[in-house]
């Protein structure tokens, strides 16, 4: 069973910036994409950002191009995602999810195992 972490998440200002950082305890390198998704209250999860196993593919939700860069670092086998110019839209629990394959999807069914999720606030 894989377990996945994230942390990172927090209260910010409007503008302000967060790094999430998702690791998978026990694991040095997996070949696996990942990605980072957002549920914010009353709504469903919606896709965020997606990378492949070597970086080599990213992708993102159009509203945060731009803003958020998702990467990751084989040596610690962690993924990150740096926001920065935050919104109150950006309020939401973020989960980090390994992929089925080696690249990174846009698709929730395309993803079998999931952290529990971390808190981003923004207020205004």
């Known amino acids: 069973q894989e377990k996945l972490v994230e942390s990172g998440g927090g209260l910010v200002q409007a503008g302000g910036s967060l790094r999430l950082s998702c690791t998978a305890p026990?694991?040095?390198?997996?070949?696996?994409?990942r990605g980072w998704f957002r549920q914010a209250p009353g709504k469903e999860r919606q896709f965020v950002a997606a990378?492949?196993?070597?970086?080599?593919?990213?992708n993102y939700e159009d509203s945060v191009k731009g803003r958020f860069t998702i990467s990751r670092d084989s040596a610690k086998n962690t993924v990150y995602l740096d926001m920065t110019n935050l919104q109150l839209d950006d309020t939401a629990v973020y989960y980090c999810?390994?992929?089925?394959?080696?690249?990174?999807?846009?698709?929730?069914?395309?993803?079998?195992?999931w952290g529990q999720g971390t808190q981003v606030t923004v207020s205004s």
């Open positions: 026990g694991r040095t390198f997996d070949s696996y994409g």
């Open positions: 990378i492949s196993w070597n970086g080599g593919r990213i």
């Open positions: 999810a390994r992929a089925r394959s080696d690249y990174g999807s846009r698709r929730e069914y395309e993803y079998d195992y």
